[in-house]
T-cell receptor, first 113, second 109 residues
Framework: DAGVIQSPRHEVTEMGQEVTLRCKPI?????LFWYRQTMMRGLELLIY????????DSGMPEDRFSAKMPNASFSTLKIQPSEPRDSAVYFC???????????FGSGTRLTVV | QKEVEQNSGPLSVPEGAIASLNCTYS??????FFWYRQYSGKSPELIMS??SNGDKEDGRFTAQLNKASQYVSLLIRDSQPSDSATYLC?????????WGAGTKLIIKP
């Protein structure tokens, strides 16, 4: 099993540009989570999908953030336009049964200058 | 507001000693609890899960749960420098994990 795969690993972009982060969950996992991690705020849940359907997006900070899961093997998190305060590490995690915990991807370190 | 509280540390422990990490949670309905280890610049990695009151051992790691006190702990025996990391405690509540801020553990050779 290749685990949860995220791309890119690092992204540096200029303020105002569109950023798209990608995630491939573990095959057979039906829950997918997007998190943001910063030193100040720790791990923050942005959005949760179950069976490809967004269940809770209350953690999405602003309308500039959007997420999609067109099928069971792919999800994207888009920021448009990006701002310096969006700089963080973004993690995707998946789970088959949440009671058993989540598996995290390697993360995308986003820097907006 | 459902919360998980951890001491941020750093917690400094001599090599070979027992490291004790603690957390408390607010949601009495939580049934599943997890400890994740996160090395600097890496993603969180699940190291222990516990669902019942009492102790659960896995190698050098022991997780302890006391639902009456809403308290979860992680003991690391024979601490090694490679155990130096941030340890995140999480409680399952409804459909998501509620995360603590993490305790930074430093094992001194």
């Amino acid at each position: 099993d290749a685990g949860v795969i995220q791309s890119p690993r690092h992204e540096v972009t200029e303020m105002g540009q569109e950023v798209t982060l990608r995630c491939k969950p573990i095959s057979g996992h039906n829950s997918l989570f997007w998190y943001r991690q910063t030193m100040m705020r720790g791990l923050e849940l942005l959005i949760y999908f179950n069976n490809n359907v967004p269940i809770d997006d209350s953690g999405m900070p602003e309308d500039r953030f959007s997420a999609k899961m067109p099928n069971a093997s792919f999800s994207t998190l888009k920021i448009q336009p990006s701002e310096p305060r969006d700089s963080a590490v973004y993690f995707c995690a998946s789970s088959s049964r949440q009671l058993y915990g989540y598996t995290f991807g390697s993360g995308t370190r986003l820097t907006v200058v | 507001q459902k919360e998980v509280e951890q001491n941020s540390g750093p917690l400094s422990v001599p090599e070979g000693a027992i490291a004790s990490l603690n957390c408390t949670y607010s949601d009495r309905g939580s049934q599943s609890f997890f400890w994740y280890r996160q090395y600097s610049g890496k993603s969180p990695e699940l190291i222990m899960s516990i669902y019942s009151n009492g102790d659960k051992e896995d190698g050098r790691f022991t997780a302890q749960l006391n639902k009456a006190s809403q308290y979860v702990s992680l003991l690391i025996r024979d601490s090694q420098p490679s155990d130096s990391a941030t340890y995140l405690c999480a409680a399952h509540s409804n459909y998501q994990l509620i995360w603590g801020a993490g305790t930074k553990l430093i094992i001194k050779p």
